[in-house]
């Protein structure tokens, strides 16, 4: 089974993006608290890592061989080199979209991820032009910023004529809140959020939350600031409202600092805060009851899911590149040519050797070379009591008891058996009872036309 199979992909990405976005809904009400918005995102970010987790270990539930009957009638073996048969029914090929789909974020998160990188790169050569300040040891000075932040080395780096803009009283109160920040580890704190920005730059839900975190740890650093400097809560108020006029809107998501927030209503309520009011309640242990009854449907429905995709995964057509020449139900026999039989497979010829591949996860559950009208032949057992066929190999590449996963080369096309050129005949079965084998496996995604030298053996 793999990660961008549809089931797993509704698994490990689909609940949960649903179950943040609900969390955000029930939060998004209540005033920010540094230790409730961490445990949040934790929640939020948490059924991501479960919903994988489950998909690989349900890739790894037992699956029970299961040995069909002796069959004696003719297994309707194909003929090659009948190429007039009906082209394979043109399909969307819903796994090719999804990986097109995966590559697209990928690409997208990568780009994102280097503009993170040279963010955090950025932040640490700050120290290289700047310049020590005469009255701490711990502070800087650097044309390259517009705002004070704090240096994941501990040092509060200054805005170049922020000391001589400002009185020492608002320095002071500034280098209070950057050295709260240093104190809470909110250095590290920040790069981790603004990769979480990077990676899932799609989920609104998430990105929402790790605002609420940054604007939570001002608030923290706020009140600490305030702390220090009991008597100046309005002119600390008055001081962000004039630093955040001339810092022009400049962003430090990778920094902690004194005035990152940007939009009206989080700087209203860090103003609102210093001052000592408060503008929605507090989140009650009720919010927490309700997350974690929404935690029980989310886990019941991800392992289902998971335990579903092993069973509904047929995504991957055994041969790549063939041509469908015979179908399942009554054709004229290839060797007679004079009267109607039975087909009871799917025949798709290629050339000898072509790799055949697993369709979905199973276990090998029958090897016999020269099997009669059969030829080479094997069977693998899938969930659900699905058991796939393939006949006339040239080679059989794995052995009774393997565990294959979807896409894993198990044999190569042959003609061996009762047969009139290379192809594979795949036979499917479902609670030991034969199937069109259209309505579970895919076709090749590839057609492939006989070469015009080509000689049927």
Not at 172 to 186: I, K, N, P, S
């Given at each position: 089974?793999?990660?961008?199979s549809?089931?797993?992909?509704i698994?490990?990405v689909?609940?949960p993006?649903v179950?943040?976005l609900?969390l955000?809904?029930?939060v998004?009400q209540?005033t920010?608290?540094d230790?409730?918005?961490?445990?949040t995102l934790?929640?939020?970010?948490a059924p991501?890592?479960l919903?994988?987790?489950m998909?690989?270990?349900?890739?790894?539930l037992?699956?029970?061989p299961?040995?069909l009957?002796?069959r004696?009638s003719?297994?309707?073996?194909?003929?090659?080199?009948?190429l007039t048969?009906s082209d394979?029914v043109s399909?969307v090929?819903l796994?090719?979209?999804l990986w097109?789909i995966g590559l697209?974020y990928?690409?997208?998160?990568?780009?994102?991820?280097?503009?993170?990188l040279?963010?955090?790169?950025?932040l640490f050569?700050?120290?290289r032009?700047s310049v020590?300040?005469?009255?701490a040891a711990d502070?800087?000075?650097?044309?390259?910023?517009?705002t004070?932040l704090?240096?994941?080395?501990?040092?509060?780096?200054?805005?170049?004529?922020?000391i001589?803009a400002?009185?020492?009283?608002d320095?002071?109160?500034?280098?209070a809140?950057e050295?709260?920040h240093?104190?809470?580890?909110?250095?590290?704190y920040?790069i981790?959020?603004?990769?979480?920005?990077?990676?899932?730059?799609?989920?609104?839900?998430l990105r929402?939350?790790?605002?609420r975190c940054?604007l939570a740890?001002?608030?923290?650093?706020?009140?600490?600031a305030?702390?220090?400097?009991?008597?100046q809560?309005?002119?600390?108020?008055?001081?962000?409202?004039?630093a955040?006029?001339?810092a022009?809107h400049?962003q430090?998501?990778?920094a902690p600092?004194?005035?990152s927030s940007r939009?009206?209503?989080?700087?209203?309520?860090?103003?609102?805060?210093?001052?000592?009011e408060?503008?929605?309640?507090?989140?009650?242990?009720g919010v927490?009851?309700?997350?974690a009854?929404?935690?029980?449907?989310l886990?019941a429905?991800q392992?289902?899911?998971?335990?579903?995709?092993?069973?509904?995964?047929?995504?991957?057509?055994?041969?790549e590149?063939g041509?469908?020449?015979?179908?399942?139900?009554l054709?004229t026999?290839?060797f007679s040519r004079?009267?109607?039989?039975?087909?009871?497979?799917l025949?798709?010829?290629?050339?000898?050797?072509t790799i055949?591949?697993?369709?979905?996860?199973?276990?090998?559950s029958?090897v016999?070379p020269n099997?009669g009208n059969?030829?080479?032949f094997?069977?693998i057992?899938?969930?659900d009591k699905?058991v796939?066929r393939?006949?006339q190999?040239?080679t059989i590449?794995v052995e009774?008891?393997?565990r294959v996963r979807?896409?894993?080369?198990v044999?190569?096309?042959g003609?061996?058996g009762r047969?009139?050129g290379?192809?594979?005949h795949?036979?499917?079965?479902?609670?030991?009872k034969?199937?069109d084998p259209?309505?579970?496996?895919a076709?090749?995604?590839?057609k492939?036309?006989?070469?015009?030298?080509?000689h049927?053996q």
């Amino acid at each position: 089974m793999t990660l961008l199979s549809l089931p797993a992909l509704i698994t490990w990405v689909g609940i949960p993006s649903v179950f943040a976005l609900i969390l955000a809904r029930i939060v998004r009400q209540t005033t920010p608290s540094d230790r409730n918005e961490k445990q949040t995102l934790l929640v939020m970010l948490a059924p991501f890592g479960l919903g994988a987790s489950m998909v690989l270990l349900a890739g790894q539930l037992p699956i029970a061989p299961i040995a069909l009957a002796d069959r004696t009638s003719t297994p309707g073996v194909a003929d090659a080199e009948a190429l007039t048969a009906s082209d394979a029914v043109s399909q969307v090929d819903l796994p090719s979209l999804l990986w097109v789909i995966g590559l697209g974020y990928l690409a997208v998160t990568i780009w994102r991820c280097i503009g993170w990188l040279r963010g955090v790169v950025s932040l640490f050569l700050l120290t290289r032009e700047s310049v020590p300040v005469p009255f701490a040891a711990d502070v800087l000075i650097s044309p390259r910023t517009k705002t004070p932040l704090i240096h994941p080395s501990g040092q509060v780096i200054l805005p170049d004529g922020f000391i001589e803009a400002y009185s020492q009283a608002d320095t002071q109160m500034v280098l209070a809140h950057e050295r709260a920040h240093h104190d809470r580890g909110d250095q590290v704190y920040f790069i981790f959020l603004a990769l979480l920005d990077a990676v899932f730059w799609c989920h609104p839900g998430l990105r929402w939350q790790t605002e609420r975190c940054r604007l939570a740890a001002e608030l923290a650093c706020d009140e600490a600031a305030c702390a220090a400097f009991p008597t100046q809560r309005k002119s600390y108020a008055q001081l962000i409202v004039r630093a955040l006029r001339s810092a022009h809107h400049e962003q430090h998501v990778c920094a902690p600092t004194a005035f990152s927030s940007r939009s009206q209503g989080e700087i209203r309520m860090r103003l609102q805060s210093i001052v000592g009011e408060s503008t929605s309640p507090s989140r009650r242990p009720g919010v927490f009851v309700m997350i974690a009854l929404l935690t029980v449907p989310l886990l019941a429905g991800q392992w289902a899911l998971a335990k579903d995709a092993i069973e509904a995964n047929f995504s991957v057509p055994p041969i790549e590149k063939g041509k469908v020449t015979s179908r399942y139900g009554l054709r004229t026999d290839p060797f007679s040519r004079d009267k109607k039989s039975h087909h009871y497979g799917l025949d798709i010829a290629a050339p000898r050797g072509t790799i055949i591949r697993a369709p979905a996860l199973g276990v090998v559950s029958n090897v016999s070379p020269n099997k009669g009208n059969y030829g080479n032949f094997l069977e693998i057992t899938h969930a659900d009591k699905i058991v796939t066929r393939y006949t006339q190999l040239e080679t059989i590449k794995v052995e009774v008891g393997d565990r294959v996963r979807a896409g894993e080369t198990v044999a190569t096309v042959g003609s061996t058996g009762r047969s009139t050129g290379p192809h594979l005949h795949l036979e499917v079965f479902v609670d030991g009872k034969r199937v069109d084998p259209e309505t579970l496996i895919a076709l090749p995604t590839e057609k492939w036309r006989k070469p015009p030298r080509f000689h049927d053996q």
